[in-house]
């Protein structure tokens, strides 16, 4: 076959393979837009139906339990995003909300203001020894929204990640306690429902637990600042002392079996 013949033949059939692949690659990808767009909303389905039933086992047990006792840890200002302020007002629940940041806090005392004397407030943080720690939170200068307020934690490799690489962050100390000292300060003996939202400490507070001694009815709690070890290991050692699990988009809700039988 002469030279330019074999030059005209090779540039047709890199023409059609270059069409019959691009064309397969659209189907390829247009299939695999499709599959992601479904997978997202059957997720979003299944944690739409999570929440539900959250919401329901959570209101339920609030409506038969007259003295209904929690702690919140982690309160923020009790308003942006809080996922039991309208429960403890509307039930008129008693309980220990504990906040570090000192804005937020003093806003939490005022949004709980009508429940009066029903209601502890502790401007410390949780942590397991009883010290003075950094607490990280984002810079004033760039905190413009609400959400960025909220986001305080003891890990600026987690939550405040984004903001840590770029300079963003301040530390302010805070004063730590243990939970079992902040249970024995308020001579605590029951609790129906723990709530923590540490932007990445949740586990390290639930270890400090005394599942023998005062396990709670409920235990509601971020996981998506958690790395996958740490929080396998954390449904395992609540799965351990007798909790069954409603996994949810970022939250878990962790019931004792005894209480509430799956």
């Not at 409506?63 to 309160?75: L, M, N, W, Y």
């Not at 909220?150 to 530390?171: C, E, H, I, Q, W």
Request: some cysteine; hydrophobic content about 40%; overall charge positive.
């Amino acid at each position: 076959m002469p030279y330019n013949s074999q030059l005209r033949h090779l540039q047709e059939w890199f023409r059609r393979r270059i069409v019959r692949d691009g064309f397969i690659w659209r189907i390829l990808m247009g299939a695999k837009q499709t599959t992601a767009r479904w997978h997202g909303r059957r997720h979003r389905q299944n944690w739409d139906r999570a929440a539900t039933r959250f919401e329901t086992l959570i209101d339920h047990h609030a409506r038969r339990t007259p003295d209904f006792f929690f702690i919140q840890i982690g309160a923020h200002n009790g308003d942006m995003d809080d996922p039991i302020h309208r429960w403890a007002v509307q039930h008129r629940w008693r309980g220990i909300l504990v906040e570090p940041q000192p804005g937020p806090f003093a806003q939490l005392k005022a949004g709980y203001a009508e429940l009066g004397d029903r209601l502890v407030f502790e401007n410390i943080a949780i942590d397991r020894a009883e010290r003075t720690r950094p607490l990280y939170r984002v810079d004033p200068r760039w905190a413009s929204t609400p959400e960025q307020t909220g986001l305080a934690s003891f890990f600026p490799d987690r939550a405040l990640a984004t903001y840590a690489a770029l300079n963003r962050l301040v530390s302010e100390p805070v004063q730590c306690l243990p939970f079992p000292r902040l249970l024995a300060r308020h001579r605590v003996t029951k609790i129906d429902l723990l709530q923590i939202d540490t932007e990445g400490f949740d586990f390290e507070i639930i270890k400090m637990l005394d599942f023998a001694q005062c396990p709670p009815a409920i235990i509601h709690f971020e996981h998506r600042h958690l790395s996958r070890t740490e929080y396998a290991a954390c449904l395992r050692l609540l799965s351990a002392h007798g909790y069954w699990h409603i996994e949810k988009e970022f939250d878990v809700a962790s019931f004792q079996t005894a209480l509430f039988p799956p």
